[in-house]
């Protein structure tokens, strides 16, 4: 039975070292580009037009841009949208990083830690340095919710503190895990289909069962890789309005 | 549900789950960095804008083209006003002038009626006249006839004339009777 950690492996395409550190460029490195590449194409070709009444492709670009719109102004205001530009990237980059995942023999950029929570932290640090130029000292309110008793006041603060600093780390744990343990077990259940059919006809009939359950957990998979670019979406538009609203908490 | 057949050499690393080795974080790092990168200054630069001013130009352009339909509304609600005005001018100005007509027209007719009743009651009375007058001599006429005829009678029966005022005040008494 195939190794189902095998997908995860790092494989070195255009060597690269800088100071005895390795920066080779990998296949992860590869399909970076191309959700990037693929992001760009879509938004980009299908819009070239600018018409005043939208062709399928540009429709679907507008439906794309409108729902990160629309978030981004729900959960921050108006004056949320000069992030735009960022969350807009990172919900393409997030949405193509799973889906080119799912086609099979592509990598998932996604599934590796260090790539979600590269992203998660540039999240926060975002609305670290954006709060504190913003606000000053008073984002620091953000810990100190008001009309609280001085009295359980210290607690309080602890608490937040240690809200805040979960939160890049379950931002990025969500992701990285919903990606990876989907990935492995459609590879478990595809290592099933192997071993069963090499066990003579009955074992060939029960192979159909393991077929069936890869089918359903691709359609899950598929669901699983729209729906953690949403969420990751979203969480970044929560965050990103304590950093412009911090008392309305 | 990768399976790496692409060509290439695997990453040396001390093994374990391929996600947490460490010596990798540095290639990618540097890579998503370039590629985010890439992508933020693509969609900062290009893709937010375009996408953003076409949205921006079809929402301004319904709304002129909403508001150009609220001024042409409001002028042709103005056209229908002004028509309902002046239609309603024509119908009042059109009873008074029947109005008038009508009673000019029964004015005149009654003039006329009245002109002929008092041209027929004269017309009858004259008639009335002139019947009674016929009436009259006709009646005379009657009475002599009557004595002549009476004394003609007599004359043949008797054989002898009458006397003609006697038989006269005998055909008045027949006639009387």
Partial sequence: ?249 | MATNTSSGTQVPSKGGFPAFRVETYGSQLLWLAIAFGLLYYLMSRHIAPRIGGILEDRASRIASDLAAAQTMKAEADAATASYEKSLAEARANAQAIAAETKAKITAEADAERKTLEAKLAADLSTAEATIAKARESAMGNVRSIAVETAQAIVERLAGASAEASRVEAAVDAALKR
């Avoid at chain 1, 023999?105 to 640090?125: E, N, Q």
């Fill in chain 1, 1 to 249: 039975m195939a190794d189902p950690i095998k997908q995860f492996e790092l494989v070195h395409l255009v060597p690269l070292k800088i100071g005895g550190a390795d920066f080779g460029f990998t296949n992860s490195s590869l399909h970076m580009f191309i959700a990037v590449g693929v992001t760009a194409a879509f938004l980009l070709l299908s819009t070239s037009g600018r018409r005043l009444v939208p062709t399928r492709m540009q429709s679907m670009a507008e439906l794309a841009y409108e729902f990160v719109a629309g978030t981004v102004r729900q959960t921050t205001g108006k004056e949320g949208m000069k992030f735009f530009p960022l969350v807009f990237s990172l919900f393409m980059f997030v949405l193509f990083g799973n889906l080119i995942g799912m086609i099979p023999g592509a990598f998932t950029v996604t599934s590796h830690i260090i790539v979600t929570a590269a992203l998660a932290m540039l999240v926060i640090t975002t609305v670290i340095v954006y709060g504190i130029m913003k606000h000053g000292t008073h984002w620091f309110a953000l810990f100190a919710p008001s009309g609280l008793p001085k009295a359980i006041l210290p607690v309080i603060v602890v608490i937040e503190v240690i809200s805040f600093l979960s939160r890049p780390i379950s931002l990025s744990l969500r992701l990285f895990g919903n990606m990876t343990a989907g990935h492995i077990a459609l590879k478990v259940f595809a290592g099933f289909v192997t071993a069963m059919a090499g066990a003579g006809v009955l074992g060939m009939m029960g192979a159909t069962l393991p077929v069936l359950m890869i089918t359903a957990l691709t359609a899950l998979e598929l669901l699983v890789a729209v729906l953690q670019a949403y969420v990751f979406t979203i969480l970044t538009c929560i965050y990103l309005n304590d950093a412009l609203h911090p008392g309305h908490h």
